[in-house]
């Protein structure tokens, strides 16, 4: 709770309370569990395969994620890029979310770095595609045309509002891949949250995709790291291109003793994100000149549009002057919760935003 500090016997105005970090789900700090395993890790070499504590992760991994093998990669971003690199040949076409983190978030890497084109597709409002479209987006065998090297999934759906997307949903989204031989890669930096929020295990809804991305370093807590899954052979392939893009790392046990902690103790405790997530969506859907869309949060993101007038950007300021810090932009903002906000967060978070608000600093003059 605030206090106001003295200073010879004056009192300051300055917050000591923590702040609460609502900017993204990589806010979680590590537990003191997670920095106490790695205090303690068994490590090695993991570029040449002896770090024990690596590889136990990756093998962890790749049964929870029911995949042969897994690949120890230090972000999201560089999980998803190796797996288009190993997948889609050079100069071919893949296919992706036009609200996908792929297309739009990772400075297309697959084209400046990989020699592959990213062609978008629409999500819908609920974060997939229309089966239809990624028929028709696949290419004919034309001189003309690049061929369709790959289809990239996400589940959830950032963008959409953190949508969980189902099994037999995945399902769907992947049999014209599947049937005309097109690999497919899913985006699962938070398939943790799809998995609780459906009550399904992770496995079911990766089963139809070749290769899965998965972050430890966002809801799950860990500081660092992010797991790739995939067939063995295809694994091999990934981590030459990690290695490729300065992505071999030595004694990278120290980290990996905390994704294992990851996936052992925090995977459950997602569901408590997601009621709060819910409680924060409902209270700011009914402040005046603030949307949000119900349907689409299932997770631990909230995402709010912003009535023309109200500006998010000032909004943020005006939170962040109140300890709270959220994403936000000119007509929007974005709530994501973590491990690292509990129940009194989500209050001080509440507060902020009716406070914000109702002081007209997000209406522009
Ligand atoms: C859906 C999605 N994919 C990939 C990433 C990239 O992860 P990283 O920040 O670890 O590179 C993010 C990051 O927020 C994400 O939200």
């Known amino acids: 709770m605030s206090r106001a500090p003295t200073v010879y016997g004056r009192e300051y105005n300055v917050d000591v309370r923590p702040v609460i970090d609502l900017r993204g789900d990589w806010a979680a700090p590590p537990t003191a569990e997670m920095r106490r395993a790695m205090a303690n890790a068994e490590v090695g070499d993991d570029i040449t395969g002896e770090d024990p504590t690596v590889n136990r992760l990756e093998a962890m991994a790749a049964e929870v994620l029911g995949k042969q093998a897994g690949l120890f990669v230090p972000s999201g971003s560089m999980g998803n890029l190796v797996a288009m690199l190993a997948l889609a040949p050079w100069g071919s076409e893949i296919l992706a979310g036009d609200q996908s983190h792929i297309a739009g978030a990772e400075q297309g890497g697959a084209a400046v770095v990989g020699g592959r084109s990213i062609r978008t597709l629409a999500n819908g409002r609920m974060g997939t595609f229309d089966p239809a479209a990624i028929r028709a987006a696949i290419r004919e065998d034309d001189i003309h045309y690049p061929r369709t090297g790959l289809l ?22 992947t049999e014209v891949a599947r049937e005309m031989g097109i690999p497919v890669h899913l985006d699962g930096s938070r398939i943790w949250n799809a998995a609780v929020a459906l009550g399904v295990p992770e496995a079911e809804l990766a089963v139809h995709c070749t290769t899965v991305q998965a972050c430890l370093s966002k809801g799950l807590a860990a500081p660092v790291g992010s797991i790739l899954v995939g067939p063995a052979d295809v694994i091999a392939v990934a981590r030459r291109h990690r290695k490729l893009l300065g992505g071999g790392m030595r004694q990278a046990g120290v980290l990996a003793a905390a994704g294992i902690l990851a996936l052992t103790e925090m995977r459950a405790g997602l569901a408590d994100d997601h009621r709060r997530a819910r409680t924060i969506a409902e209270t700011i859907a009914a402040v005046p000149g603030v949307s949000v869309d119900l349907d689409t949060v299932g997770t631990n993101l909230v995402y709010a549009s912003l009535e023309p007038g109200m500006d998010g950007d000032l909004i943020a300021a005006a939170m962040a002057r109140d300890g709270v810090r959220i994403s936000a932009w000119r007509t929007g903002m974005r709530f994501a919760l973590h491990y690292g906000i509990d129940d009194e967060g989500v209050e001080r978070a509440i507060a902020a935003i009716g406070a914000a608000v109702g002081q007209g600093s997000g209406v522009a003059a």
């Open 152 to 173: 990239c999934l996400e589940n959830t759906q950032n963008q959409c509002g953190g949508v969980p997307i189902d099994a037999a949903t995945m399902a769907a989204q």
